[in-house]
């Protein structure tokens, strides 16, 4: 029975242990994507489509998480130990913040990319009308 219930004990913990760096690297490789400046209005639509990308994988990380919690529960039934998961939920909860907070961002991005473009238009425009200029008058 004893190596029963080891086994169990081993498997309950591999999983646990494999749900943890699932979800760590599902919220390290979001928070790469989320934390990247866009420059042009490429990179806006290319960091939307990878932001629908990770909502859309949110729901599913969310789900491994609480089973991860339930999990870890288990085990420490079994085994009177477990695994300390308060590091897991502050990554999650600071994920889920910038999440609610990326659009915000990205419109923020969008509106200095537009001013910045603007403002080189208006450069442009100068230096036409100096061209313009010249040419006229010669």
Do not use: H, P
Request: some cysteine; hydrophobic content about 30%; glycine content about 2%.
């Amino acid at each position: 029975f004893d190596i029963i219930f080891d086994k169990l004990s081993e498997g309950l913990k591999e999983k646990l242990n494999f749900n943890i760096k699932s979800v760590d690297n599902f919220v390290k490789d979001s928070f790469e994507n989320m934390n990247k400046k866009a420059t042009t209005m490429q990179e806006i639509l290319e960091f939307k489509q990878n932001f629908n990308n990770i909502t859309r994988n949110k729901t599913k990380y969310l789900k491994i998480c609480e089973q991860t919690d339930e999990l870890n529960k288990l085990i420490y039934k079994l085994t009177g130990g477990s695994l300390n998961l308060s590091g897991l939920n502050s990554r999650w909860q600071n994920f889920d913040n910038m999440i609610n907070k990326y659009s915000n961002i990205l419109e923020e991005q969008k509106e200095e990319i537009k001013k910045d473009m603007f403002s080189k238009m208006s450069t442009l425009n100068d230096r036409l009308e100096k061209f313009y200029s010249k040419f006229q008058s010669n």
